[in-house]
Each structure stands twice: as C-alpha cells, then as structure tokens.
C-alpha cells in the first residue's frame, strides 16, 4: 500500500494493536544515505517516541514496527548526518483504525448457530420445492396427453 510517495506499509490498512513493515525510499535512500533511523511517536503528543535504525536493501530502507491503540501514526526520517526527511516539516500522520472485535471468536465462549440452521432448511426446502416445479413442468403435460410411457430395461422384453 502506497500512502505517500516513497512511503509503503504491508497492508492497506493501519490497524491497531498489529505489526506494520514500513519501506521507505524517500530524500534520504535517494541520496544515498547509508544509516537511516525512523523517528516515531503516537496520538496527537507524539506518545511513546521511539527511534528505530531501519534496514537498508535494494527496495529502501526496512523497518517493523508495533502500532498502539493511539488513533494516529506520526513518524519521520534522519539519517546519522541528522539530515531530517520531515514532510516539510509536517511530519509523516497517518490514522490507526481499530481493529473489528465482533467478529472474533473467544475461546469457551458458546457460539449461536440458530439462524445458521434455519438458512440452511429453508435453502434445501426451496431446491425441494424446484425440483417438483420442475418435474410437474416436464412430466404433467406428457402424463396429460398420453405421450408418457414408462421406459423398459432390456431386461423385461
């Protein structure tokens, strides 16, 4: 997923409580910085800042890094020159949506299936129900005119 120029995460969505590889191949992987760390913090006051030296390869700089349950990303780049890449001095924001627990299931907790049920009976009743459509529509008229004759096995002659 590409949020901004030369900024990648492994997923479409920054989502609370998970890990994120950030790729970044921005002002300082194309001046060829050798050493670059990520400076990042969460929330609004920068909360829990940390520095992180990111790994260089052929595709930028590589970094893993667990997001919070803050409602905001904010990072930025320096290298070992203190050279910053800061967005313009607006710092790289990006929002962490939080994560969807009505789907998970918990251990030992007992799960409903009631209406799993009922969905499944009323599937087969309506193939039951088409399939005698069906055969009236095909047989009835063949019974009605006299033109259905039973078929006999070879066996029978």
Known sequence: MELTKNIFFNTDKLIENSKIKISYTGKLFQDGSEDVSIHYGFGINWDNINDIKMEKTDLGFQAEIELTGEDTF?????????????????????????????????????V??????????????????????????????????GNYKRKINDSEQ
């Not at 020159?81 to 789907?103: C, G, R, S, V």
């Not at 009743?125 to 005119?145: D, G, H, M």
Request: charged share 30%.
């Open 112 to 145: 409903a299936l009631g209406p799993v049920r009922k969905l499944r009976k009323s599937y087969l009743w309506s193939k039951k129900v088409r399939l005698a459509v069906y055969k009236l529509i095909t047989y009835l008229p063949k019974i009605l005119s």
């Open 74 to 110: 904010n990072f930025c780049f320096k290298d070992t020159n203190d050279i910053w890449d800061n967005n313009d001095e607006k710092n790289y924001i990006f929002p962490i949506e939080k994560a969807q627990t009505e789907l998970l299931v918990l251990k030992d907790e007992p």
